[in-house]
Nanobody, 120 residues
Framework: QVQLVESGGGLVQPGGSLRLSCTVS????????LAWYRQAPGKQRELVAS???????NYADSVKGRFTISRDNAKNTVYLQMNSLKPEDTAVYYC??????????????WGQGTQVTVSS
């Protein structure tokens, strides 16, 4: 069974940085395409960034130039480096993956997420 464990969230001031990690088990990690998502209070989950098994990355316009997704296949881990954080980045962040990137609203297997709060 696929298990996703996100970590690295916290409280940070505007303009600060955080690095999120997601360790995935139960899959052949290096063939999976992976992504980070977020869900703010009262809003639907949205796709933030994705990385293919070949290393191609894509970002939502709202985070382009500030966030960087990366992966370490040896550690079965995907990362999200978040810089220049804004209050509107406040959300619970989730990772997921598959042979195709899961849709944000899919009912598949999700981890517990990690809370990111950007506030002064």
């Amino acid at each position: 069974q696929v298990q996703l464990v996100e970590s690295g969230g916290g409280l940070v001031q505007p303009g600060g940085s955080l690095r999120l990690s997601c360790t995935v088990s139960g899959i052949v990690f290096n063939i999976y395409n992976l992504a980070w998502y977020r869900q703010a209070p009262g809003k639907q989950r949205e796709l933030v960034a994705s990385i293919t098994r070949g290393g191609t990355t894509n970002y939502a316009d709202s985070v382009k130039g500030r966030f960087t997704i990366s992966r370490d296949n040896a550690k079965n881990t995907v990362y999200l480096q978040m810089n220049s954080l804004k209050p509107e980045d406040t959300a619970v962040y989730y990772c997921n993956g598959g042979l195709a990137i899961p849709l944000p609203g899919s009912n598949g297997n999700w981890g517990q997420g990690t809370q990111v709060t950007v506030s002064s």
